[in-house]
């Protein structure tokens, strides 16, 4: 199963301008990876249902490496 990422300029609908996480997820009983685009506030609720067998109880929270984007150039010397 793939697993395709939302561009990363998408927008909560609503909210603003802030963006939504990305969150990584691993359903132990299809043993398939995948990924949510979810508010803080939901990822903090429950794990998502898994887009293959539909189950929530086997869906673990996966850690991924954090991005960020900076305004300001880093010094050299």
Do not use: N, W
Request: hydrophobic share 30%.
């Amino acid at each position: 199963m793939t697993c395709k990422l939302p561009t990363a300029d998408r927008i909560l609908p609503g909210k603003g301008d802030h963006a939504m996480p990305i969150y990584e997820f691993f359903c132990r009983k299809c043993q398939e990876p995948f990924t949510a685009l979810m508010t803080i506030q939901e990822h903090d609720k429950q794990a998502p249902e898994c887009p293959r067998c539909h189950d929530t109880k086997e869906v673990e929270k996966r850690i991924s490496p954090a991005h960020a984007v900076t305004t300001r150039k880093s010094l050299t010397y």
